[in-house]
């Protein structure tokens, strides 16, 4: 596994635990830990091995956002220059999403700006009761809409949400994400490896195929333009899945009532 100095990731099974690692500068994002994310997320589509990756902070908050005192790390020369620093970042949502491997964010502390996109890029998000997160780019005098933001945030919450967020800036903390849907679970912070562990528990216990396609699709259906293309995907990969050992595999073991093996095959 590749040696990263911003990222602890330990391998437990087919399970990818990344924490980030700055907790002195509440894990902001510099100029090592995008490239690293980066390297790390693009890699995951030909890493058979991993099947879920669980992502969280290290210390006091998942990740504060941009790390403000490098001055953003990119090149500031030109816009050209300017352009190409912000797409390194705004790629890497881009990255989490076309990852094969569900993305669980397990947020505690401050997800603020940047740190807020990764946990919205995240599939499932579980957050612990001090978790607040918030687009805070508008509050340094930049557009609340960047790194995807804009994208995921009216997705999860609605508009009438995302506007009052995006517009002020403001805060969500842990109990109201849960209640917008922001966060599928609210658990106190030394309880969030557990909560990820029962998630995974059950995401394992799928085929290997299956749970990859059901992100793909899931993914593609909420961009869909209608109902004709979801269902269309959906036919694809069910078809898809009944030509694999593990179809079969599963439907025996659902006969015997027993867990299944699965092999990917």
């Not at 990818?16 to 995951?44: I, K």
């Not at 300017?82 to 076309?98: F, H």
Request: hydrophobic letters at 45%.
């Amino acid at each position: 596994m590749t040696a990263y100095t911003t990222l602890d990731i330990r391998r437990d099974g087919a399970v990818h635990w990344v924490t980030l690692n700055r907790p002195d500068s509440l894990n902001a994002l510099n100029t090592t830990m995008v490239t690293e994310l980066r390297e790390y997320f693009g890699a995951l589509p030909s890493d058979l091995e991993t099947r879920v990756v669980v992502l969280r902070g290290s210390g006091r908050a998942f990740c504060a956002g941009l790390d403000l005192k490098e001055g953003g790390g990119g090149e500031i020369a030109s816009v050209q220059g300017m352009l190409r620093g912000q797409r390194r970042i705004s790629e890497l949502v881009m990255l989490m999403r076309r990852a094969p491997q569900p993305i669980i964010a397990c947020v505690h502390g401050a997800a603020c700006g940047g740190g807020f996109a990764l946990a919205l890029a995240s599939d499932v998000r579980i957050a612990g009761e001090s978790a607040r997160l918030n687009a805070a780019f508008i509050r340094i005098g930049l557009s609340a809409c960047d790194v995807g933001v804009s994208y995921f945030l009216p997705r999860l919450v609605g508009v009438s949400v995302a506007s009052e967020l995006l517009l002020t800036g403001r805060f969500i903390h842990a109990a109201r994400a849960l209640a917008t849907g922001l966060v599928s679970e609210v658990v106190a912070d030394d309880q969030l490896e557990t909560a990820a562990r029962r998630l995974l528990d059950e995401m394992l216990s799928t085929s290997p195929v299956g749970l990859r396609l059901t992100k793909e699709c899931l993914n593609a259906s909420i961009d869909a333009g209608s109902m004709e293309q979801v269902i269309a995907m959906e036919d694809r990969n069910q078809v898809l899945c009944t030509q694999t050992q593990d179809f079969r595999e599963g439907v025996l073991a659902f006969l015997q009532k027993r867990a299944p093996q699965y092999s990917d095959q």
